[in-house]
């Protein structure tokens, strides 16, 4: 009986944990600029789709985290600042942006 409870429940396990994401929330945030969701957006396409091994899940989920804390810290800024600011932070990507494209993110 316990053996086949066990069975049942360890699919059930897997699939929360699979199912289970942690995703940058930017609808949590005052910050109200598109520029800003964009970078935001993509930060997280490329934590979630980006499959290079050199990464571990601790490390993403550290990136996680700093991107997190970003958020925290502009929305401190006013408009035209934290438009600077995410416009800035997109740009850093252009360079790599067919390397985006591969794993399905996109800046634009």
């Known amino acids: 009986?316990?053996?086949?409870?066990?069975?049942l429940a360890l699919p059930l396990v897997i699939l929360v944990a699979w199912c289970w994401n942690d995703k940058i929330d930017i609808t949590d945030t005052n910050i109200n600029v598109e520029t800003c969701d964009k970078y935001f957006e993509l930060m997280d396409c490329?934590?979630?789709?980006?499959?290079?091994?050199?990464y571990t899940e601790e490390m993403r989920d550290e990136l996680r985290q700093?991107?997190?804390?970003?958020?925290a810290e502009w929305e401190s800024l006013d408009q035209e600042?934290?438009?600077?600011?995410?416009?800035?932070?997109?740009?850093?990507?252009?360079?790599?942006?067919?390397?985006?494209?591969?794993?399905?993110?996109s800046i634009k």
């Open 81 to 105: 600042e934290l438009s600077e600011k995410c416009n800035d932070e997109l740009a850093k990507f252009e360079e790599i942006e067919d390397r985006l494209e591969e794993i399905w993110c």
């Open 1 to 7: 009986m316990k053996k086949s409870v066990f069975l």
């Open 46 to 54: 490329i934590l979630e789709n980006d499959a290079d091994e050199n």
């Open 66 to 71: 700093e991107v997190k804390d970003m958020q």
